[in-house]
């Protein structure tokens, strides 16, 4: 099956997730050793006559087996929950020639741990379910819609064999796709850019078809829907605590020896301390949300690749189905991205990731004549950011074990177990220095996305009524802008109040305040007022002066006026009264004689030393944490006053486009999306984007 071009990808020159980290930092990464040979033995209860009804039933004019053999199919540390077999099998048929067939049979571990588990939640008939009795449906579809695919490899159910050996029915048994050249890529390297895209599309399939299936067949059983653990959302608790306790236990331990550690090492406490209560409704299918069955483990040994001669790829085929779920997608995105990926990729090109995803899902909804509503893309990232503390499981509980090297001691007992061995085995995963080099840059970038704490939906809080403001009295301009309408002296009261020596204003003069092109509204100018002091010495005053050049089309002076002399002094006050001195804007001031214009009178800060940014060069990183900080500042001030006060006029509901100015900015974007397609032209690769612009404007 062949690969979509991918049309736009990250530029080589993306900065990692920390562009200014020194190169003296970076971990180096050491290469696999050899695989480590898996001692565990083959169970003595499996034999060749489970196997004659299978063969009877799939090949062809089957007689009899002529030889049987069944060997651990994967090295240490490949595979923990499961004992992955090989079973290769000589069939003799009628006609006495020899056909070598060749299964892959997945076998539950015989220890309490996994007996224990099995009583709660038996995901080999989870995976037999949707191995025997989903995929093959899903393949039907596309076929109807005139599209081959294949998701995963054919599976098959003992019956027999089951009458004389119960154990089977705690095994999966699967077809070979060895035979067909499909392979595990290295686990330590992760997957190249092509290859995820690959995984995407193949999971966009996947995740399309149980869609669309459910939407015509209505819900799917309960395994499915609740995953493996059911409804008994306790139940699931109970044993996710078991399995995660002691692994937490040593991570935390752990994190704190990583670069910045001490700065996620309280977060990812709380994180775990919150998580029994918001683990499993995170993974629930919300009604009002798009919703797939997940893989619910799709990390790169679960994934199977072939490659032409040459070493092309040609195809990928999903395995290990024991944790499937009916949620939301970003459930497998997250896990897929975050385990799975070259770590050189996993960070800077996970929205294009989103994206392509994304593309490929819409395409095969569409393909299968989906009914219901498509997601958007944005409706996608957003699931992500709600959804994204999800990403910190797989994190700590499976790429450690994806970049740990193979060693004897990765067993299912030492995974989840509290005992000495098992310590120490979580010790070798969570001081790997490939791990730490992956987790140094994961654990910053979860943290600059919000995604260490747990979402929790807001709740309202009820704040005790207020009574509006009313707006300041202004008076339009009935003419154009002439400062024959104010004078120096006008200054005199303003700046005796600042000026304890103030003896008379000497003269004044204005100026334009902004240069051409960096003001397109009112119009700004700068006063210079010359006051002489009683020491006959004369001082300079700088103000802005703000003046209303047209309120026809919606008049924003009065708002304006409010915050510079009511706002902006309460929240600064706040501050205060804290104990923090924050300057958050200009001081204003107003004339006591009555102007017909609308105006703001400033400050002008330049007196102060501060200076316009290049507007056309933008802000470098240092100046926009500046930025970024003031307005957080503004923000928490103003929810502060909000619950002191109460709420806010309505007229604050609103921004600058209202009622009364809706039809002048339809106007004015009609106008630009016209400029835009005259000038589309001579933007780079504008084609991909053109037509959403054109439907945003």
Same mark, same amino acid.
């Given at each position: ?5 991918? #049309? ?24 696999? %050793? ?26 062809? *004019? ?33 006609? #006495? ?8 049979? #997945? ?99 996947? *995740? ?51 670069? &910045?550690?001490?700065? /996620? !090492? ?19 299918? #919300?009604?009002?949300?798009? @919703?797939?069955? @997940? ?30 779920? /009916? ?14 990926? $070259? ?14 995803? *994304? ?15 498509? %997601? ?17 499981? %797989? ?28 310590? $120490?085995?979580?010790?070798?995963? /969570?001081?790997?220095?490939? /791990? ?21 939906? %807001? ?22 802008? $002439?400062? $024959? ?33 960096? @003001?397109?509204? &009112? ?68 004339? @006591? ?87 589309? *032209? ?8 053109? !037509? ?6």
């Amino acid at each position: 099956m062949g690969l979509s071009n991918s #049309k736009k990808k990250p530029e080589a020159s993306i900065a990692p997730v920390n562009a200014t980290q020194s190169e003296t930092n970076v971990t180096t990464v050491p290469k696999a %050793p050899p695989v480590a040979v898996n001692a565990t033995p083959v169970p003595n209860w499996i034999n060749e006559s489970q196997f004659v009804e299978i063969l009877t039933q799939n090949v062809p *004019h089957f007689s009899e087996i002529r030889s049987f053999n069944a060997e651990a199919a994967m090295g240490a540390g490949e595979n923990y929950a499961t004992l992955m077999l090989r079973v290769k099998i000589e069939a003799e048929l009628k006609d #006495k020639t020899i056909k070598p067939v060749s299964f892959m049979m #997945k076998v539950a571990h015989d220890t309490a741990q996994m007996q224990e588990m099995l009583k709660v939640a038996n995901f080999f008939d989870v995976e037999n379910e949707v191995y025997i009795d989903l995929i093959p449906k899903f393949e039907e579809l596309y076929k109807s819609k005139g599209l081959n695919l294949t998701l995963a490899p054919r599976a098959y159910r003992f019956n027999e064999g089951l009458k004389t050996e119960p154990k089977l029915k705690n095994t999966v048994l699967m077809y070979d796709l060895g035979q067909d050249g499909y392979k595990n890529v290295s686990r330590v390297k992760g997957l190249n850019v092509q290859q995820a895209e690959l995984v995407l599309r193949k999971l966009a399939q996947y *995740h399309a078809a149980s869609a669309a299936y459910k939407s015509i067949h209505g819900p799917y059983t309960d395994s499915i829907m609740y995953g493996m653990f059911g409804a008994d959302v306790e139940k699931a608790m109970d044993m996710l605590n078991t399995m995660f306790a002691s692994t937490q236990k040593v991570f935390l331990e752990n994190v704190k020896n990583y670069r &910045d550690g001490y700065k /996620y !090492h309280k977060k990812l406490k709380t994180y775990f301390e919150k998580m029994r209560d918001n683990f499993i409704s995170l993974g629930m299918a #919300k009604p009002d949300e798009f @919703n797939v069955i @997940n893989h619910g483990d799709c990390w790169v040994n679960n994934l199977l690749f072939k490659f032409d001669q040459s070493g092309n790829l040609m195809d990928m085929l999903f395995v290990d189905f024991q944790n499937p779920r /009916y949620a939301h997608p970003a459930t497998d995105l997250l896990y897929f991205i975050m385990t799975s990926v $070259d770590i050189s990729y996993k960070l800077t090109y996970f929205d294009y990731f989103i994206k392509y995803y *994304h593309d490929q899902l819409v395409e095969h909804l569409k393909l299968l004549d989906y009914k219901e509503r498509v %997601p958007k893309l944005v409706e996608l990232q957003i699931e992500t950011y709600k959804y994204g503390s999800w990403a910190i499981m %797989p994190c700590y509980m499976v790429l450690p074990v994806v970049l740990l090297d193979p060693t004897e001691s990765a067993t299912f007992e030492n995974f989840l177990g509290d005992t000495e061995a098992a310590v $120490d085995f979580k010790q070798k995963m /969570y001081t790997n220095k490939r /791990y730490q080099h992956c987790m140094e840059q994961i654990l910053q970038w979860l943290d600059n996305r919000g995604l260490l704490e747990i979402y929790e939906p %807001p709740r309202a809080l009820p704040v005790a009524a207020a009574p509006s403001i009313g707006p300041v009295e202004q008076t339009k301009s009935q003419s154009d802008l $002439d400062l $024959d309408w104010l004078n120096s002296q006008d200054f005199a009261e303003l700046i005796v109040a600042q000026e304890p020596q103030f003896e008379k204003i000497v003269g004044g003069a204005s100026t334009t305040a902004t240069k051409p092109g960096d @003001n397109y509204g &009112d119009t700004l100018l700068k006063v210079n007022i010359e006051v002489q002091l009683k020491d006959k010495s004369t001082k300079n005053y700088d103000f802005v002066l703000k003046v209303q050049a047209d309120s026809s089309i919606a008049n924003y002076f009065p708002k304006e006026l409010e915050v510079y002399g009511k706002y902006v002094p309460a929240f600064e006050q706040l501050y205060t009264e804290a104990g923090y001195s924050i300057r958050l804007s200009p001081r204003s001031y107003r004339f @006591n004689k009555a102007i017909k214009h609308n105006y703001l009178l400033m400050e002008d800060l330049r007196r102060i030393d501060f200076e316009m940014a290049d507007r056309r060069q933008g802000l470098d990183l240092d100046h926009t944490k500046s930025v970024l900080k003031k307005i957080a500042q503004w923000h928490a001030a103003s929810l502060k006053y909000k619950e002191l006060n109460g709420p806010y006029p309505s007229k604050y509901n609103d921004g600058k486009i209202c009622e009364n100015s809706r039809q002048f900015f339809q106007k004015l974007y009609e106008s630009i999306g016209e400029g835009f397609v005259r000038m589309k *032209h001579n933007f780079k690769g504008v084609e991909e984007y053109a !037509h959403k612009l054109l439907l945003a404007l």
